[in-house]
């Protein structure tokens, strides 16, 4: 099958390297001509695990590289869209990007075509691009508009898109379903996890990807209900760290008796500063949005939202109570990416923790083993950028963990305490155990667990 993938964004350019893998010739399309150079001179514009390796081994290829959506939806039999969209002032997805793409598709629709919808949308937006499509002239009889969205995680994206826990299409014609269920059928069969060059291994990986067909609608749905429900997850357990914290509990064991009933299952159950990244803070809000028009008052995701932003300023106020004030200290900060495994900052707890730190007048010394780059872009010379976690830790007063990179579990801690002016650490992703940081000699503070001096 021939594909173009318009966006090649941590959505777009994984999927198109994940399409090439899977055996389809895929061109991979960007505005930013800038991207589209560095991705045709061999360059990897984001950090994702195998993403260099695939890229490597289809640029060429399988896979080709574009700035131009008219010629790519020409040549190609499925169309992806995959840009941006972002929120917009009053909480709704902006579906601008979406719409000036579908713009320029319609004006090469000759023969048939289907566009598949993979961006993060509000319900109802396959039936806004399929009139978009028309309206701009693209004759209805030669196009099918489907859905199709995404669940990959950054920092294991590669391996969440080839081995998914399911893929779900949303259709509503015979030729949708058709080129759809062709496009998947790599990883729907099992053939592609019987190659000996198949990425990924092991238990986690089942033989055949699930395939769940619906219609356009309940597709859409399907993908912001899924965000909600793992931000509230996430705001449902650091509730509960809360009160952990101010009863003495351990919210390590209050985890495993609840993630150990079956029906909560133990993941996306870690307490922490709460969440961040490009989508579940937009998809929350954009599922409000949507559930309002629809004339639905949606409050519980309203308190998701109320107890992620409490979380960050409890944290804060959990520094504060570590080092008594804030003006004038300097902090040691590790991690400025929203999760650990990628170099995205976008709406990053890490960062907007740093801006109010900043703000209380303490001085940061950042390090992110991934993300630097990106956080000098926002946050300029206002901190210092550190070369690891022990030249971030010199000479401070504290040093705080903000983002779960595994490393930053596994640090030597007697360097990292003799690199401190004082040994205090306050550690919002609840990366090392209490006990045992007491025996390092630290004053350590985590999340919903008691404190041992
Ligand atoms: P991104 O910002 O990383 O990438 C979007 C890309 O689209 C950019 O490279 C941009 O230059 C390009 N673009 C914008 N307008 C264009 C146009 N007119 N023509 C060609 N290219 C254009 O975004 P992302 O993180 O990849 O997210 C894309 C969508 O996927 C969003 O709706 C998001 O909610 C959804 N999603 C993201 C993730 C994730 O983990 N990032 C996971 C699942 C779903």
Redesign the pocket.
């Known amino acids: 099958m021939k594909i173009a993938v ?7 350019l994984v999927s198109a390297a994940c399409f090439a893998e899977i055996g389809h010739e895929v061109i991979s ?4 001509h800038a ?1 589209v150079n560095a991705l045709r001179n061999g360059e990897v514009p984001i950090h994702e695990q195998f993403l260099p390796e695939l890229l490597a081994k289809h640029r060429g290829k399988g896979l080709k590289f574009s700035t131009s ?1 008219g010629d790519a939806t020409a040549w190609a039999d499925a169309v992806f869209i ?4 972002p929120q917009s002032a009053t909480g709704e997805a902006d579906l601008s ?1 979406v719409e ?2 579908a713009h320029e598709i319609a004006t090469a629709i000759h023969g048939s075509k289907l566009v598949v919808e ?3 949308v509000p319900v109802r937006t396959c039936e806004a691009i399929r009139k978009v499509l028309q309206l701009c002239g693209a004759p209805a009889d030669l196009f099918s508009v489907a859905s199709n969205p ?5 920092g294991s994206a590669v391996l969440d898109f080839l081995h998914p826990d399911r893929i779900v299409i949303g259709v509503d014609t015979e030729f949708s379903r058709g080129l759809m269920e062709q496009i998947y059928w790599p990883l729907t069969s099992g053939e592609y996890y019987k190659r000996s060059d198949a990425l990924g291994a092991g238990p986690r990986f089942s033989e055949c990807a699930p395939l769940i067909v619906t219609s356009p609608k309940s597709a859409e749905l399907i993908k912001h209900a899924s965000n909600a429900f793992l931000a509230m997850k996430i705001s449902f357990i650091n509730a509960v760290a809360n009160i952990a914290e101010s009863v003495g509990a351990d919210i390590d064991e209050i985890r495993a008796g609840i993630g150990a009933d079956s029906r909560i299952g133990n993941r996306f159950l870690n307490a922490g500063v709460g969440y961040g990244g ?2 579940f803070p937009k ?1 929350v809000q954009a599922f409000h949005a949507v559930a309002q028009e629809c004339g639905y008052r949606f409050g519980l995701l309203n308190e998701v939202i109320e107890i992620n932003a409490e979380q960050r300023r409890r944290f804060i106020l959990k520094v504060r109570s570590a080092v008594w004030t804030l003006r004038g200290k300097t902090l040691a900060v590790l991690g400025a990416a929203f999760k650990g495994g990628t170099d995205d900052i976008r709406e990053s707890p890490a960062i907007a923790i740093v801006d109010e730190l900043l703000a209380q007048g303490s001085s940061v010394r950042l390090f992110d083993p991934a993300a630097l780059p990106k956080a000098k872009a926002v946050l300029g010379d206002s901190v210092q950028y550190a070369s690891d976690a022990y030249d971030a830790a010199t000479g401070t007063d504290a040093l705080l963990i903000l983002t779960e990179w595994p490393e930053f579990a596994q640090l030597d801690l007697e360097r990292l305490r003799k690199a401190m002016k004082f040994p205090i650490i306050v550690d919002g992703r609840n990366l090392y155990r209490p006990s045992f940081m007491a025996k390092a000699g630290f004053a350590y503070h985590s999340i919903g667990r008691p404190e041992l001096a």
Not at 29 to 32: A, E
Request: charged share 25%; hydrophobic share 30%.
């Open positions: 318009i966006g090649s964004g941590y959505v777009g399309v960007d505005n930013d991207k959506v995959t840009v941006g969209t990007y000036a793409v993979k961006s993060t995404e669940f990959l995680r950054e490009s989508c998809d």
